[in-house]
């Protein structure tokens, strides 16, 4: 059981990363949920730069309100599957956000470097540059 398998956050039910998110979707996140049958524009926006997943009511489009629970959850987003492991911007080395997630004293080493391998497939797929897992350069 771990948190980004999702486990430990059904155990607690937790969906805080799932408010008032601003994430990114890659082309292949996009095709993966469109093969669902939802239209881009239900889901999506562009915001000039990248695609993200749209906010109703502050929350995820995917979110059930009643349930707490991905609607999608197992072709969800790649960024999804990530959290709490996240990209510094300033260092672009693979962080995980303690601010935000409150399971984030629990992700183990295991658990940050298959999130940061995760984040380095998300820059591959845009073209960006690859973020680095902190103390490997």
Known sequence: ??????????KVRCSKCCWDTQMILTPSDIQRIEKLGYKREYFAFFDGKYWR??????????LDEK????????NRPL???????????????????????????KITVKEYLLGCRILQ????ELGEKEPKPIGIR
């Open 1 to 10: 059981m771990g948190v980004l398998d999702g486990e430990m956050c059904l």
């Open 53 to 62: 997943l749209k906010n109703v009511n502050s929350h995820c489009i995917f």
């Open 121 to 124: 497939k998300i820059f591959r």
């Open 79 to 105: 960024g999804c599957r990530a959290y709490p492991i996240i990209v510094d911007d300033e260092t672009n080395t693979c962080v995980i956000d303690v601010e935000y997630c409150p399971l984030a004293e």
């Open 67 to 74: 349930t707490g629970l991905c609607k999608i959850y197992e």
